[in-house]
């Protein structure tokens, strides 16, 4: 397709850039910036202690002064620069990224456009504008503020490479995939997958394969080798990415509900003293940082209750290669269980429910378009394939570890792209325009209704879930058999 950026198009697409921003603003000023008891993340106040330790010149250190690597390092830099520049106050971390939500639509624009025509990506460029699960991160202090524009470019500049293999689209390619690699655990299988696809598949002589190939590699290790030896100096070993991936995997098969361990009382006694509309949000996540345990230690404590009577690693990385051993010993010597985790989280990718049993208003209204136009596309669908792939490896991604409407909804944009397709083919098909009006607000009226239904939703799906057979939980004591029936929590 056809890709000039007209006068017209920019001007419709500054437009589109402009509301975006503005919706992510209002949304970040007039949100209550202390999250209720059910909706509350450790990660977020996670995130400020080591954004404000970047920033205070401590360095990238745990709550006992210890060099870490249990977090991605990207995000906790990007607050450590808003921080330094404009002091501890966690607004202007939102802030910068409602700024950034002009990205978004952009990106996702010029994503389609190597598809459709002006009006199908405008469509879709609106959509990413306005998508309330893109809009609602923007007020929250999540790795998904950078790692969304990030994947949005990865995905834009492998599309682009697949019809021109240049030597500047390679390295661009890299610089970006690098970027996301140093964010988010999702993007690392990329780095192996998309220079392996390109290096066979490419369609250009071999030894330019091999050329470009390498430049993409190249430029992605420049942009990871910070990281790599900054981790080689404190933990005398070589690590691309994190620390925390043997306990992830772990965790994604013998899944821990962490809320059981949160320590929240002191926080909230704070918000209580005070008045919510006077409690500060810097005030509350010190308060939470310092009654709870994060990354590797945080994750050992649960783990301990499997294991009462072993002894674990004290170094982050030997703890995390211990437990990844520990997991692949598990997952091999019972067949079974992996297969039926397998399937659970191969449908439970699928869900409408986030991990709070909240209903995903943005997906369910997406879904349906998605689905549609796929159904529409079919006899075209080699062309797409690439841009499905992206889709398709979330999909593959969740069900190996764990599927989770938070790591899918990166992916969605895919979602909207073809969606946005379905919706411009849906009013020129069918006729009066009255029609596909309707169709649009029966969508809309039926997931306003699950959403104000969810509890009943969730019986469904759960009771659906059993009658396949697979296991459904009640409470964290049929996770953690070792937890006394008193200390039991629901889960969900």
Same mark, same amino acid.
């Given at each position: 397709?056809?890709?000039?950026? @007209?006068?017209?198009?920019?001007?419709?697409?500054?437009?589109?850039?402009?509301?975006?921003?503005?919706?992510?603003?209002?949304?970040?000023?007039?949100?209550?910036?202390?999250?209720?008891? @059910?909706?509350?993340?450790?990660? !977020?106040?996670?995130?400020?202690?080591?954004?404000?330790?970047?920033?205070?010149?401590?360095?990238?250190?745990?709550?006992?002064? $210890?060099?870490?690597?249990?977090?991605?390092?990207?995000?906790?830099?990007?607050?450590?620069?808003?921080?330094?520049?404009?002091?501890?106050?966690?607004?202007?971390?939102?802030?910068?990224?409602?700024?950034?939500?002009?990205?978004?639509?952009?990106?996702?624009?010029?994503?389609? %456009?190597?598809?459709?025509?002006?009006?199908?990506?405008?469509?879709?460029?609106?959509?990413?504008?306005?998508?309330?699960?893109?809009?609602?991160?923007?007020?929250?202090?999540?790795?998904?503020?950078?790692?969304?524009?990030?994947?949005?470019?990865?995905?834009?500049?492998?599309?682009?490479?697949?019809?021109?293999?240049?030597?500047? $689209?390679?390295?661009?390619?890299?610089?970006?995939?690098?970027?996301?690699?140093?964010? %988010?655990?999702?993007?690392? *299988?990329?780095?192996?997958?998309?220079?392996?696809?390109?290096?066979?598949?490419?369609?250009?002589?071999?030894?330019?394969?091999?050329?470009?190939?390498?430049?993409?590699?190249?430029?992605?290790?420049?942009?990871?080798?910070?990281?790599?030896?900054?981790?080689?100096?404190?933990?005398?070993?070589?690590?691309?990415?994190? @620390?925390?991936?043997?306990?992830?995997?772990?965790?994604?098969?013998?899944?821990?509900?962490?809320?059981?361990?949160?320590?929240?009382?002191?926080?909230?006694?704070?918000?209580?003293?005070?008045?919510?509309?006077?409690?500060?949000? !810097? #005030?509350?996540?010190?308060?939470?940082?310092?009654?709870?345990?994060?990354?590797?230690?945080?994750?050992?404590?649960?783990?301990?209750?499997?294991?009462?009577?072993?002894?674990? *690693?004290?170094?982050?990385?030997?703890?995390?290669?211990?437990?990844?051993?520990?997991?692949?010993?598990?997952?091999?010597?019972?067949?079974?269980?992996?297969?039926?985790?397998?399937?659970?989280?191969?449908?439970?990718?699928?869900?409408?429910?986030?991990? %709070?049993?909240?209903? #995903?208003?943005?997906?369910?209204?997406?879904? *349906?378009?998605?689905?549609?136009?796929?159904?529409?596309?079919?006899?075209?669908?080699?062309?797409?394939?690439?841009?499905?792939?992206?889709?398709?490896?979330?999909?593959?991604?969740?069900?190996?570890?764990?599927?989770?409407?938070?790591?899918?909804?990166?992916?969605?944009?895919?979602?909207?792209?073809?969606?946005?397709?379905?919706?411009?083919?849906?009013?020129?098909?069918?006729? *009066?325009?009255?029609?596909?009006?309707?169709?649009?607000?029966?969508?809309?009226?039926?997931?306003?209704?699950?959403?104000? $239904?969810?509890?009943?939703?969730?019986?469904?799906?759960?009771?659906?879930?059993?009658?396949?057979?697979?296991? #459904?939980?009640?409470?964290?004591?049929?996770?953690?058999?070792?937890?006394?029936?008193?200390?039991?929590?629901?889960?969900?």
């Amino acid at each position: 397709m056809n890709s000039n950026f @007209s006068y017209q198009n920019r001007k419709l697409l500054i437009v589109i850039a402009v509301v975006a921003v503005i919706i992510r603003l209002i949304f970040v000023i007039v949100q209550d910036p202390i999250p209720e008891l @059910s909706e509350i993340d450790l990660d !977020e106040a996670d995130f400020d202690f080591l954004g404000n330790n970047i920033a205070a010149g401590v360095g990238y250190v745990d709550k006992y002064g $210890n060099p870490t690597t249990s977090r991605f390092p990207l995000y906790p830099a990007f607050l450590g620069i808003v921080y330094f520049i404009f002091g501890h106050h966690i607004i202007a971390a939102y802030i910068m990224q409602a700024l950034l939500g002009f990205t978004i639509p952009v990106i996702v624009y010029f994503i389609s %456009r190597e598809f459709f025509d002006r009006k199908i990506s405008l469509l879709a460029a609106g959509i990413a504008a306005v998508y309330p699960s893109y809009v609602v991160y923007s007020g929250r202090l999540m790795t998904e503020n950078l790692f969304l524009p990030l994947l949005a470019l990865v995905i834009l500049f492998v599309l682009r490479l697949r019809r021109d293999f240049s030597i500047r $689209n390679a390295a661009l390619a890299g610089f970006t995939l690098g970027l996301a690699c140093l964010t %988010r655990g999702s993007a690392v *299988p990329m780095m192996v997958l998309i220079p392996l696809w390109f290096l066979l598949f490419g369609k250009i002589t071999f030894f330019n394969r091999l050329k470009r190939t390498a430049i993409m590699v190249g430029v992605m290790a420049l942009t990871l080798s910070p990281w790599i030896i900054r981790n080689y100096i404190h933990l005398n070993r070589i690590m691309i990415t994190s @620390s925390s991936g043997g306990v992830v995997l772990w965790m994604s098969y013998q899944w821990i509900p962490i809320g059981h361990f949160f320590e929240l009382d002191r926080a909230y006694a704070y918000v209580d003293s005070v008045g919510r509309e006077n409690a500060r949000q !810097e #005030v509350f996540n010190r308060i939470l940082v310092e009654d709870n345990l994060f990354g590797i230690p945080g994750a050992a404590e649960g783990i301990k209750l499997y294991y009462p009577d072993e002894e674990f *690693p004290e170094n982050e990385a030997e703890f995390s290669r211990y437990m990844m051993d520990k997991a692949k010993t598990e997952l091999f010597s019972n067949p079974r269980f992996l297969a039926a985790k397998t399937v659970k989280e191969f449908l439970r990718f699928w869900h409408f429910l986030d991990d %709070r049993a909240n209903f #995903v208003f943005s997906y369910g209204v997406m879904l *349906p378009f998605f689905l549609w136009g796929l159904w529409l596309l079919r006899r075209r669908l080699r062309e797409f394939w690439l841009l499905l792939a992206f889709f398709l490896y979330a999909w593959g991604l969740e069900t190996l570890f764990m599927a989770d409407a938070r790591f899918r909804m990166p992916f969605e944009m895919v979602m909207i792209v073809i969606g946005a397709y379905a919706m411009v083919e849906m009013f020129r098909r069918m006729k *009066p325009v009255i029609v596909p009006i309707a169709l649009v607000v029966f969508v809309l009226g039926m997931n306003l209704f699950l959403s104000y $239904n969810v509890d009943s939703l969730r019986f469904c799906i759960r009771k659906a879930a059993t009658i396949l057979g697979l296991k #459904v939980a009640e409470t964290s004591k049929d996770y953690i058999p070792h937890l006394k029936d008193g200390d039991s929590r629901e889960v969900y």
